[in-house]
């Protein structure tokens, strides 16, 4: 599978994922639609982007209006990548329903709900391979203390992945769950509660985006934390 002159949706594409995702897809021949969740953070999309979009994942209304305005436009989507999510440190006894229920939105329901909306339009250019890729991390493969509900949500995206990797397979829609370890993407410090423990040094965005999109080429289900 090739990126040139393919239209590719990247949820989240104002942050240190998304925004390398739009230069190197961009390079690589793509057009790229970005999402971020206001007009303040679509501000921090490159200028690569083809269109810049907005949805805030934690509210359905703007999901259905993100979804509606493409679903309306009826333009082909080749490729929905998801790189958007928030973190949060706390043990499961300490972590409130309503911080977990805010990371289950954010990282998993909101972005599933954009995909499965869209699969139409993943499926409207039958003369072009499609995909859909998402970053759960090395947190869906196994546990870490201190970060139970992190865990879980991604844990859950990883088996929304796992699952329509089955049902769009009669579709010819490749899916992609790429699994890295911890990146220098300053989601960290920026946890919606908590504090990050001390990490030793991440690695680039440059490299995870460059074996997420290698992984892509190559049709990898799943790319394993090893991987990176």
Same mark, same amino acid.
């Given at each position: 599978?090739? $990126?040139?002159?393919?239209?590719?949706?990247?949820?989240?594409?104002?942050?240190?994922?998304?925004?390398?995702?739009?230069?190197?897809?961009?390079? /690589?021949?793509?057009?790229?639609?970005?999402?971020?969740?206001?007009?303040?953070?679509?501000?921090?999309?490159?200028? !690569?982007?083809?269109?810049?979009?907005?949805?805030?994942?934690?509210?359905? !209304?703007?999901?259905?209006?993100?979804?509606?305005?493409?679903?309306?436009?009826?333009?082909?989507?080749?490729?929905?990548?998801?790189?958007?999510?928030?973190?949060g440190f706390a043990k499961a006894t300490e972590t409130s329903p309503e911080d977990s229920a805010k990371l289950m939105q954010i990282n998993n329901l909101g972005p599933a709900a954009i995909i499965s909306?869209? *699969?139409?339009?993943?499926?409207?250019?039958?003369?072009? !391979?499609?995909?859909?890729?998402? =970053?759960?991390?090395?947190?869906?493969?196994?546990? =870490?203390?201190?970060?139970?509900?992190?865990?879980?949500?991604?844990?859950?995206?990883?088996?929304?992945?796992?699952?329509?990797? /089955?049902? $769009?397979?009669?579709?010819?829609? /490749?899916?992609?769950?790429?699994?890295?370890? *911890?990146?220098?993407?300053?989601?960290?410090?920026?946890?919606? =509660?908590?504090?990050?423990?001390?990490?030793?040094?991440?690695?680039?965005?440059? *490299?995870?985006?460059?074996?997420?999109?290698?992984?892509?080429? !190559?049709?990898?289900p799943v790319i394993a934390s090893t991987e990176f």
């Amino acid at each position: 599978m090739e $990126f040139t002159g393919k239209n590719i949706l990247v949820i989240g594409g104002s942050g240190a994922l998304g925004s390398e995702l739009v230069r190197q897809l961009t390079a /690589q021949g793509a057009k790229v639609m970005a999402t971020a969740r206001n007009p303040e953070t679509a501000a921090k999309i490159p200028a !690569e982007a083809a269109l810049k979009l907005v949805v805030d994942l934690e509210i359905p !209304e703007s999901i259905k209006t993100l979804t509606d305005y493409l679903l309306d436009a009826n333009t082909p989507i080749n490729g929905i990548i998801n790189a958007a999510g928030v973190v949060g440190f706390a043990k499961a006894t300490e972590t409130s329903p309503e911080d977990s229920a805010k990371l289950m939105q954010i990282n998993n329901l909101g972005p599933a709900a954009i995909i499965s909306t869209l *699969h139409p339009l993943l499926v409207l250019d039958k003369d072009t !391979e499609s995909f859909v890729a998402a =970053f759960t991390g090395v947190v869906s493969e196994k546990v =870490f203390p201190g970060m139970s509900s992190y865990t879980v949500s991604k844990m859950a995206h990883a088996s929304y992945l796992a699952t329509i990797t /089955q049902e $769009f397979r009669r579709d010819k829609i /490749q899916v992609t769950d790429a699994k890295p370890g *911890h990146t220098e993407t300053g989601l960290a410090s920026r946890a919606i =509660f908590g504090t990050a423990p001390t990490f030793p040094e991440g690695m680039s965005t440059a *490299h995870v985006v460059s074996v997420l999109l290698a992984g892509i080429k !190559e049709g990898k289900p799943v790319i394993a934390s090893t991987e990176f």
